[in-house]
Each structure stands twice: as C-alpha cells, then as structure tokens.
C-alpha cells in the first residue's frame, strides 16, 4: 500500500523552505521596526506612517511581515482628494 501524501514534493519543498528561512525574516522585521520606531514624528508623517501604524505593525503575529499593514496604511492616506492639486508637481 502506498501511502498518499497531500502535498506535492514542491508543496513541501517551499513549506521547508519558508520554516527555514523564518528566523531571518523574523529579525530583518524586527530590525526594520526598530528602525521605524526611532524615527521622529515628523519622518515619519514625511514617509506616510504614524506613530499608531508601528503601534499597530508590532501588534500583529511573530511570524506576520508587518510590511503589508503598512503599505495598506501609507497608500490609504495617499489618495488624492478631490479638488486637491499634486503639490509635488
């Protein structure tokens, strides 16, 4: 009798992979945070964050990349509104 796996080889392969490369995302996350978290109000306005999105970043999971939650955040604020000229122009 052969015994039926339900991950493909190339399933288990990226699964290896991601438990083994964990502990270096986790600390690149954590040194990026640490970086943000240093960071004066006024830089942070400057790159589109506030101090409740890092707030925010570190109180998701260990293992989830804080970077989506900020990128949602940034690109949220970022929305032209209407009648707004681009200043940057």
Same mark, same amino acid.
């Given at each position: ?5 339900? $991950? /493909?080889?190339?399933?288990?392969? #990226?699964?290896?992979?991601?438990? =083994? +490369? ?5 600390? &690149? ?6 970086? $943000? /978290?240093?960071?004066?109000?006024? #830089?942070?306005?400057?790159?589109? =964050? +506030? ?5 925010? &970043? ?32």
């Amino acid at each position: 009798m052969v015994a039926s796996f339900p $991950l /493909s080889t190339s399933h288990a392969a #990226e699964a290896l992979r991601r438990i =083994l +490369t964990w502990p270096a995302r986790v600390s &690149a996350a954590r040194r990026t945070m640490s970086e $943000l /978290s240093r960071m004066s109000e006024y #830089e942070l306005r400057d790159i589109g =964050l +506030t101090r409740s999105d890092l707030n925010d &970043a570190t109180a998701l999971p260990l293992d989830a990349d804080p970077s989506g939650l900020l990128v949602k955040r940034r690109s949220w604020r970022e929305r032209p509104s209407a009648g707004r000229e681009d200043l940057a122009a």
